[in-house]
């Protein structure tokens, strides 16, 4: 299994002299947590709703001047499509945050994935495994 079996985000991507506006809206639009940060083809940041949060309306910046250089985190966690969801799991909730850039095999950022759509997809399957378990429990006759 891996996370490319996971419903995930499409990348959405700013630039560095974007404004948090401009971000946000693109944000909402897609209806996505965060936007990964790029310069060219490097990743430089991610901006996410905590930064809008944190480092925007906290600190009474104002979003239509403000570029997202001056309030992305620049230390970007990325994985590979490939990657095991549990092991992405675990490493999001070690590092305290919610979503992380997916590489496909050549390096590029291609999707983003959510701490909320890994959790999704384990309780989908567990649902799944719990009605085939009750279709075969109650498969056999009265009485069991």
Known sequence: MSLKNIDMHTLITGTPTDTVSQAVERMLERRCGALVIMDGDRIVGIFTERDVL??????????????????????????????????????????????????????RPTAIVSIRRIFKFYA???????????????????GG
Do not use: I, W
């Open 54 to 107: 944190r480092r925007v309306v906290g600190a009474k910046l104002d979003p239509e001047t403000t570029q997202l250089a001056d309030v992305m985190t620049t230390e970007v966690h990325t994985t590979v499509e490939d990657a095991d969801p549990e092991e992405a799991l675990v490493f999001m909730v070690r590092h305290d945050f919610r979503h992380l850039p997916v590489l496909d095999c050549s390096g």
């Open 124 to 142: 989908d399957n567990q649902r799944q495994l719990l009605d085939s378990l009750v279709s075969y429990m109650g498969a056999d006759g009265p």
